[in-house]
């Protein structure tokens, strides 16, 4: 494996989409721009999924549209069911995301089905997706829920098998949806799974807990390269009660600076990013290094 890493920037989904107030889709559409002009090649952009459960996602397709238009950007949208995928066939994003949990309690609150009913539908859109349109399958909960407590590894390996079999080319990402994950625990379930299913998964990590670069540090050792996070440390999950951002974007690139590791991401133009991304009315945001003196004379 190489020392170098691809990050997925998902402020303007995952970052954006528990702020109970109306985000203009200008200041979204400026949010995505900025991260571009960062180096940020790879962005959730939005979400197709009902605006009466979510109803910040509700201008996904005015977004995307402008994203589509920015050189060199994969845009992802999020896809819950097939209602979703249909308006991603219509309006072709790059990748779009599908999800489900890795626990019950949890599948229930944030798609109101079983996890059963879940893969069945998801597993059907995979075989339908388009050949050109990329696929990438997260797996909520995978290290604690909010419902279950901590996750047994066994139980996550096992509905991986299932996953990892619809697709042998198709990303999968592991998630920390409640940012409770330790870092040993992340590093056996990456070893675990790349053993079994080879370099194919991303972590996504929350920072409830302070432990998210510890934990994306810990992924990076076991071998995961694909890396979420949201400028600002904006995020949450509405159906995850406690849980608060995503780990910061700007931590991360930290992180992998001091390690010697490539990103492709301008510093100050990041900070920048995330200096806006952080004062988006009813934004919380998150992380250090925007906060740190010498980091940001380091720009």
Sequence with gaps: MSGKVELSEVAPRDGLQSIGPFVATETKVA????????????????????????PQMADTAEVLAAAKELPGLECTVLVPNRRGFEQALALRPQRIGLFMSATEGHNR??????????????????????????????????????????????????LVRGIAALDPAMEIALCDTTGNAAPDQVRRLFRHAIAEFGHRFAFHGHDTYGMGVANVAAAYDAGCRVFDAAAGGLGGCPFAPGATGNVAMEDVVWLFRRMGVATGVDWPLLLEAADFAAGIAGALPGGRMRGVPAARRAA
């Design 31 to 54: 949010l995505v721009r900025k991260l571009h002009a960062a180096g940020l090649r790879r962005m959730e952009v939005g979400s197709f999924v009902s605006p009466r459960a979510i």
């Design 109 to 158: 609150a944030n798609v109101n089905r079983s996890r059963a009913e879940s893969l069945a539908e998801l597993a059907a859109i995979v075989r339908e997706a388009p050949a050109e349109m990329r696929v990438r399958f997260n797996l909520s909960t995978c290290f604690h829920c909010p419902f279950e407590g901590v996750v047994p590894e066994a139980a996550v390996l096992d």
